[in-house]
């Protein structure tokens, strides 16, 4: 007779994963983390999204989405864009009131990011093509994009400049003047 193996521990136990990991405490740089306040151009984006102005189905991709706004940004009336700044100065003033102490200090991020894979121009062409036709059929802003006032860093190519590109600087206007 074999003594029941019912009550018996089994020869090779096999190992259960705990029900739910254990996970460490926020650190105080996490729970002390407060947001930056919103731009202008921050709520108009937050906006231009939540109204679905550009339907799912048309474009999903925030990348995109993102580009059209910032088209739209930079076609839009001095007068639409005061209500934004207008709206970023109130926005400020409850942060202010809410974060008496906030101060903004970027954390520079680590080298260990993947550089990003540099699209072919053809690629950047046709991807400036479909946001201007996203553009133009859905919010009926007609024409050619208007470069943004301020240039991006580290958008340089090797081989030839954007100017160069274009055929038109990108400096400001005061700053292609002749000097006397």
């Given at each position: 007779?074999h003594p029941s193996t019912?009550?018996?521990?089994p020869?090779?136990?096999?190992?259960t994963?705990?029900?739910s990991?254990?996970?460490?405490?926020?650190s105080n740089?996490q729970?002390?983390?407060?947001?930056?306040?919103?731009?202008?151009?921050?709520?108009?984006?937050s906006?231009?999204?939540?109204?679905?102005?550009i339907p799912p189905?048309?474009?999903?991709r925030?990348?995109?989405?993102?580009?059209?706004?910032?088209?739209?940004w930079?076609?839009?009336?001095v007068?639409?864009?005061?209500?934004w700044?207008t709206?970023?100065?109130?926005a400020?003033?409850?942060?202010?009131?809410k974060?008496?102490?906030?101060?903004?200090?970027?954390v520079?991020?680590?080298?260990g990011r993947?550089?990003?894979?540099?699209?072919?121009?053809?690629?950047d062409?046709?991807?400036k093509?479909?946001?201007?036709?996203?553009?133009?059929?859905y919010?009926?802003?007609?024409?050619?994009?208007?470069a943004p006032l301020?240039?991006?860093?580290?958008?340089?190519?090797?081989?030839?400049s954007?100017d160069e590109?274009?055929?038109m600087s990108?400096k400001?206007?005061?700053d292609q003047l002749?000097v006397?």
């Amino acid at each position: 007779p074999h003594p029941s193996t019912a009550s018996s521990p089994p020869l090779c136990p096999i190992p259960t994963p705990p029900l739910s990991s254990p996970s460490p405490p926020p650190s105080n740089s996490q729970m002390e983390h407060i947001p930056r306040p919103p731009n202008a151009f921050m709520l108009f984006r937050s906006d231009f999204s939540k109204r679905d102005v550009i339907p799912p189905s048309v474009e999903k991709r925030q990348q995109t989405l993102s580009q059209v706004a910032g088209e739209v940004w930079n076609l839009m009336p001095v007068e639409e864009k005061r209500k934004w700044h207008t709206k970023s100065a109130e926005a400020l003033k409850l942060h202010t009131e809410k974060y008496p102490n906030y101060k903004f200090s970027p954390v520079r991020r680590g080298s260990g990011r993947r550089s990003k894979v540099k699209v072919a121009e053809d690629d950047d062409t046709q991807s400036k093509d479909r946001i201007r036709e996203i553009r133009e059929t859905y919010l009926h802003m007609r024409g050619p994009a208007i470069a943004p006032l301020r240039r991006r860093r580290g958008r340089q190519h090797a081989s030839t400049s954007e100017d160069e590109k274009t055929g038109m600087s990108s400096k400001p206007f005061i700053d292609q003047l002749p000097v006397s």
